[in-house]
């Protein structure tokens, strides 16, 4: 279950959210499970955040920073990862289908048991 003063930090917005995670970045924000839904999260640094589980699908994730990211069995479904850094990230069993993930970065990933179908690559 999702820290509750984490998922408002996030809420606030992608200014509010970077600004915290540079002040405080030796917590690692449990997001598990969240309704993320359409979320617009362009830009943000998500990267070390626990998302496990979490509701992505559709999400604007553009450019943000998820590496070392947990996103095991997270629905990605549909959501734009263009350009997202996913190094090192915990993909497992996540739903990527019909996703954009064109220039995204996943060296290191975990992809295993991932759902990729229909996602758009390069």
Known sequence: M???????????GKAVWNQ???QNPDI???????????????ETNLSKAILREADLSGAYLYTANL???NLRAANLRGAV??????SDADLSKANLS???????YFDGANLDGANLSGAMRR
């Open 67 to 69: 590496s070392f990211t």
């Open 20 to 22: 915290w995670r540079q």
């Open 2 to 12: 999702a820290n509750r003063e984490h998922l408002n930090i996030l809420k606030q």
């Open 28 to 42: 690692l924000p449990d997001l598990s499970g969240a309704d993320l839904s359409k979320a617009m999260l362009k």
């Open 98 to 104: 019909k996703t954009d993930l064109r220039e995204a």
């Open 81 to 86: 990862l263009r350009g997202a850094d996913l």
